[in-house]
């Protein structure tokens, strides 16, 4: 199989026609494996433009999921795609795709707070995580440039539905805020835009950064 691109937790590879299989790191827990394709699926049946996640599937000793390939680049290198300057353009649309996809409400997701529990230790942050906002927003958990892609018509399309659940917007909001920690410049904007202030998202960062050191423990390759 060609690879064609490589992610935190897994790698994607060719896999027939327009089909594209992304391969889990040796040992990657099947339950979470299991867990992006059914998000995958709830999310393409809101009619939100992603690929269509086919089947599981096992290859090379490894476990993985079957989607439509996307034709395209990611959104990361669109946004510094002209001579290193960032694209006002595409800081839009990444924006705009982040509103259009809040409007959504879902009950077929995990609760954020259940999600954000799975890899807490400490009775203050519970007592924190349990003193948030409730929703039902369809969060998308992992909003980053890298987790949007572009095709040819120049639509955006969302990948990566790993982290997926249900929420207030504000919590989506900060993880994005968060995510973008490597670019001053575009997190700011993007918080700008998006149009709140640090003071609105500080209690979910505050949390997002407590559990965050666990999280990625998840997220290695084991
Ligand atoms: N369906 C797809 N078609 C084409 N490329 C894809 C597809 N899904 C993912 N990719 C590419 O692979 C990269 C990693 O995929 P992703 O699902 O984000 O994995 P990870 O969970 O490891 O971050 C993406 O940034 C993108 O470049
Ligand atoms: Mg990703």
Known sequence: MKLIAKGNTAE???????LVCKLFYPEYPMPYI???????????????KTPKAHKLIAAEGRDGIVYDQILGEKLSLKLYAISGEL??????????????????????AMNYKDFLKMFVTDEETIAKIDGLADGNYLLHGDFHPANVMVDQNDNLVLIDMMNMCRGPRLYDIARTYFLLKYDNNVQSK??????YKLGDIMPYLDVILAIRKNEM????PI
């Open 12 to 18: 994607i590879y060719e896999y027939g026609n327009n």
């Open 34 to 48: 299991k867990h992006e394709f059914y998000n995958a699926t709830v999310v393409e049946k809101l009619g939100i």
């Open 190 to 195: 993007y918080l700008e835009q998006i149009g």
């Open 87 to 108: 694209s006002g353009m595409w800081l839009d649309a990444f924006v705009n795709f982040h509103k259009q996809l809040l409007q959504h409400s879902i009950e077929d």
């Open 217 to 220: 423990m998840r997220q290695l």
